[in-house]
């Protein structure tokens, strides 16, 4: 009865060597490679089935580096590839574990990671990066329009005004813009790349369509006036400090990032009753976020 064997193919020039997956009783798939003088019966028997086409077409060593298998680890999960050249013992190197959009691949001397495959030509996948980013952009627009039905949508008098599903005070024009900013910026560097090496690290399924910021602002206001303000921290991996601004609605006045104090409130600001402030991004009035500024001495601190 022949072995539980799969995708074999011959891992010398000689043809006398030939490695297989096989199903292993107690490892379960296995890289194995079989010779006719293996010491041990197993391999003898294994290289005499599949030399007899019992686990189908033995691929060529010349053909041979257009796929491979391996073990991401001893006993990992089996990793399989389209391309690269056969490793000597891929169970021996350990892989990359994949993020969201990208697939393993070995590049002939090293596993890389990257969401296009990399047999391609440097035209080709950069159109397929492209296409990738244009696609995900327009899938983050419709989540934030998910909030209203296609008749709604349809019958706004103007979608771009329309509220975003998880940004309360952004319109869609303002996400939108945002969006293509993001990206633009994507595409340039895909277009910039003069080999496909530098294609590695693109990732369209992890742009930052969905920004981010956390922190604290020492703040507060006397009567109607916002005193001087500034961050105490900011995180955020989509943002920067010198890209964002207070704003105050009810008055449409805009505090710029200045240092020393960052957010420098030194005029009225306030309509006596409304002390709405807003965190946004200057370069596209993405808000980011909104509080009710406090009242009392300075350095009350506001999270966000």
């Not at 060593?61 to 050249?85: I, K, M």
């Not at 329009?145 to 509220?163: G, K």
């Not at 693109?202 to 961050?231: E, H, K, M, Q």
Request: hydrophobic share 40%.
């Amino acid at each position: 009865m022949a072995q539980n064997c799969s995708e074999p193919y011959y891992t010398q020039s000689d043809d006398l060597a030939i490695q297989v997956i096989w199903d292993n009783p107690s490892l379960g798939p296995i890289p194995f490679v079989a010779t006719p003088t293996d010491p041990e019966t197993i391999g003898q028997t294994i290289f005499a089935e599949a030399e007899a086409g019992d686990y189908g077409p033995v691929v060529s060593y010349a053909d041979s580096h257009r796929w491979y298998s391996t073990l991401n680890g001893a006993l990992g999960a089996l990793v399989v590839s389209p391309t690269g050249v056969q490793p000597a013992d891929t169970t021996l190197l350990v892989a990359p574990t994949p993020a969201a959009g990208q697939t393993l691949q070995w590049s002939g001397s090293a596993w890389v990671l990257a969401s296009f495959d990399i047999t391609l030509s440097l035209s080709e996948a950069k159109t397929d990066l492209i296409n990738q980013t244009n696609t995900n952009s327009a899938a983050a627009v419709v989540v934030q329009l998910s909030a209203y039905s296609p008749v709604q949508q349809a019958t706004a008098p103007d979608i771009t005004l329309l509220n975003t599903l998880d940004y309360p005070g952004t319109d869609m024009g303002t996400y939108q813009t945002y969006v293509d900013a993001i990206s633009a910026a994507e595409i340039a560097t895909i277009n910039s790349a003069t080999g496909i090496s530098e294609l590695y690290s693109v990732n369209p399924s992890a742009l930052p369509f969905t920004p981010t910021a956390s922190g604290t602002i020492l703040g507060c206001r006397t009567d109607n006036d916002f005193n001087d303000s500034s961050y105490v921290t900011f995180v955020s991996d989509t943002l920067t400090e010198a890209d964002t601004e207070l704003f105050i609605p009810a008055t449409s006045t805009v505090i710029p990032y200045i240092l020393p104090n960052q957010f420098n409130g030194t005029s009225e600001a306030f309509t006596l009753g409304n002390y709405t402030v807003q965190i946004r991004q200057s370069s596209t009035g993405f808000i980011l976020a909104e509080y009710i500024c406090p009242a009392g001495l300075p350095n009350v601190v506001v999270p966000f």
